[in-house]
């Protein structure tokens, strides 16, 4: 039997890991996935298959009854397990349409959840026969071939999203982002290639050339703008990349730009995968005179060990320990001492993802350095970004 893909989808960061542990002692071999967000949830389900979808009903932005909706409607899994802490009888009721839709429910299981309720339901999985996935999805599988092409002709471009600093909201710096302007389909996310490349091992091709457009734009920005950070991010492949540093001294020199100007952000859970490595390929970086951003801090299994032996200069939170902190005390706790656990190893602090005026007050109370959120900016277009930085309101709007 090949291996079971479970995901589990749950707004709590804290949920996410208990359930996933649960998981994990039921079922060893499985491989658990997890998301807080439901909407990033549906677009991850809609180029990765997945066997058990274990859905959260109460979550913001997207609610479990609207994503176990598309699940359904576009067959995005095989099967899946509804979990709430509201009433039996809305959980019994939401399993009933879900069914009625045609999607497999395993169970629909009350929150806290117990171990023997969990088994019951991974193991009817087994007895039960699940529907074959649907082919939809593969308006958005795009092949090697199609991505090659689009390498080619030039078809991905940055977006820029700034950061600000908390003390008179000035910008400090930005972020590229990949952006594939697909000529029938509209501007795609990185959700729907990234991973592709570093499969097909176009992902190098691709930062390579979003670094020298990028450095383009930073070489006008130094000259008619203002001199702020340029954040860049690199893949997990690119780290064991030996030539890589290298590259990237090149190409700032010949851009005339400061390496310290520059900032790679990196995946902690791409250093654990080959921890010597990167060290070294980063280490080699700082020596160059770049900084470096351990990214997506809090989503992974980086530990205070591994904070100090990386050499990175910057700490970015994720939007999961950010998005609602200030209406949770427990996530509040974890923030704190992250925060201060980071400025003990001199590195500066970026929250990500920060989209609400009470987080926002939370975040600059704690002492974090930098903000990167929907609160004071989307990722733009570069002239969109330019105009930004132009005009741009001292205070965050909302
Ligand atoms: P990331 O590095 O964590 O980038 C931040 C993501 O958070 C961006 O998503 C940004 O749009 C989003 N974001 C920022 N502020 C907020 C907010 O207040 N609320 C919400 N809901 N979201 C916010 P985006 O642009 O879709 O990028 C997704 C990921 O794709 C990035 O996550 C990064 O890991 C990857 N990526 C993007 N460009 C590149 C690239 O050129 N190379 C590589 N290797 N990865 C890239
Ligand atoms: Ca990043
Ligand atoms: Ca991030």
């Known amino acids: 039997m090949s291996m079971l893909k479970i995901y589990i989808v749950d707004d709590s960061k804290v949920q ?23 909407k990033i949830a549906l677009d991850y389900m809609r180029v990765n298959s997945v066997d058990i979808a274990l859905i959260d009903l109460e979550m913001p932005e997207m609610d479990g009854v609207e994503l176990i909706h598309h699940l359904a409607t576009e067959s995005l899994c095989r099967a899946t397990i509804i979990m709430s802490a509201k009433p039996p009888s809305l959980l019994a009721s939401v399993a009933v349409m879900a069914e009625s839709q045609g999607l497999t429910v395993l169970g629909a299981l009350h929150k806290p959840l117990s ?17 074959e996935l649907k082919q939809t999805n593969d308006a958005f599988n795009f092949s090697t071939m199609a991505l090659m092409d689009a390498v080619a002709n030039k078809q ?10 908390l003390h008179h909201y000035h910008p400090v710096g930005v972020e590229a982002l990949a952006r594939w302007q697909h000529p029938q389909k509209g501007v795609l996310s990185p959700f729907y290639f990234i991973e592709k490349m570093e499969k097909s091992g176009l992902i190098d091709a691709l930062t390579l050339q979003l670094f020298d457009d990028s450095l383009a734009n930073k070489q006008r920005w130094n000259r008619e ?17 030996t030539s ?49 951003a351990i990214d997506d801090y809090g989503t992974g299994y980086a530990n205070a ?16 320990m950010i998005h609602g902190v200030a209406a949770k005390g427990q996530l509040e706790k974890v923030l704190r001492s992250t925060v201060i656990l980071a400025k003990e190893l001199d590195m500066t602090t970026v929250a990500e993802g920060v ?4 987080d926002l007050q939370l975040v600059k109370n704690l002492g974090i350095d930098q903000v990167q959120g929907f609160i004071f900016a989307k990722p733009m277009p570069v002239a969109e970004l330019e105009s930004w930085i132009k005009h741009r309101q001292p205070k965050p709007k909302g």
């Not at 023997?116 to 699940?130: D, G, P, S, V």
């Not at 703008?225 to 990349?241: G, I, M, P, Q, R």
């Open 156 to 165: 991905f471009i940055n977006y820029y999203q700034p950061k600000v600093e």
């Open 355 to 358: 989209e609400l005026e009470d």
């Open 225 to 241: 703008l203002a001199n702020f950070d340029l954040a860049v991010n690199l893949s997990t492949l690119s780290l064991v990349n």
């Open 244 to 292: 890589f540093p290298d590259w990237v001294y090149d190409h700032v020199q010949e851009f005339g730009i400061a390496p310290g100007e520059i900032t790679f952000e990196v995946t902690e859970n791409a250093l654990i995968r080959d921890v010597a490595k990167a060290i070294q390929t980063l280490a080699r970086l700082r020596l160059k005179g770049f900084n470096i």
């Open 16 to 38: 996410c890991t208990a359930v996933a542990n649960l998981v994990r002692q039921i079922m060893p071999k499985a491989v658990v996935t997890t998301e807080h967000n439901a």
């Open 305 to 320: 060990e591994q904070l100090a032996r990386i050499p990175a200069t910057t700490l970015k939170l994720d939007r999961s």
């Open 115 to 131: 171990d023997a309720a969990l088994r019951n339901a991974i193991n009817a999985h087994k007895n039960r026969k699940t529907p």
